[in-house]
């Protein structure tokens, strides 16, 4: 069954001011906007998860924790940024027919010129530093193979790191990926790293087939 047109298609239709405004708005924004993700983590961390003791919680956490970063995340930004930030929003551009519900992503930065354009973070909770099965068959999955970021050559994990180092969970999602973990130059003292993939490409599209991948850890449990 052919998919119908949504609201989006009609008023963003794909065309070459399209991909270049897309291609443009990812490279300048990227460092930009994870120093938000940062800054609202550390307002997270001050307000909320310093003040509890996480390792209680055994209930929604993933979904919790997204839902307290993502204002935080909002309040670090001045507010004229050429974006905005959205949690739970539907990625349109890959969706099935209906009635299939499209991708949802747990954040995604939003471009105000073009709101199909979208720089996406997904979510996945570490209970321990060598649980990362799900982290690394969400990225694989979704981010590899174009169903996450079609228009963006970037996107983020972020791993909610309840017990153990940061240096172990990195170490063990470099290696059930498979994939090469390198410092970002941009926060070299932040748990962040960055792998370089190439993506599958579905036939037909001009999607960007080099993808890098931003990998947050943030510590949950906070001493």
């Known amino acids: 069954m052919p998919r119908k047109l949504s609201i989006g298609e009609l008023r963003w239709p794909v065309s070459q001011e399209f991909v270049s405004l897309a291609s443009q708005w990812k490279e300048d924004a990227s460092t930009i906007l994870l120093g938000f993700v940062w800054k609202g983590y550390d307002s997270l961390s001050n307000d909320i998860l310093s003040k509890i003791n996480c390792t209680q919680a055994e209930d929604q956490i993933e979904r919790s924790i997204t839902q307290y970063l993502t204002p935080k995340i909002r309040d670090a930004m001045t507010g004229y940024e050429p974006f ?3 949690q739970g929003i539907n990625e349109f551009e890959t969706r099935e027919p209906s009635p299939a519900q499209p991708p ?32 690394v068959k969400e990225m694989r999955n979704n981010f590899l193979t174009c169903r996450y970021a079609p228009f963006s050559s970037q996107g983020a994990m972020l791993g ?4 153990g180092k940061p240096s172990s969970a990195f170490a063990n999602i470099a290696e059930k990926t498979p994939c090469s973990l390198r410092k970002s130059p941009a926060f070299p003292k932040r748990n962040h ?4 993939h190439m993506r599958s490409v579905p036939h037909g599209k001009a999607y960007p087939a080099y993808f890098v991948c931003h990998h947050l850890i943030l510590m949950i449990a906070v001493k």
């Open 193 to 196: 790293m960055i792998s370089d």
């Open 104 to 135: 949802v992503y747990d954040i995604a930065f939003v471009l105000r010129q073009n709101g199909r354009v979208m720089w996406p973070l997904e979510a996945k909770v570490l209970i321990t530093d060598g649980s990362v099965s799900q982290y």
């Open 160 to 163: 909610y790191l309840l017990s």
């Open 84 to 86: 905005h930030v959205e």
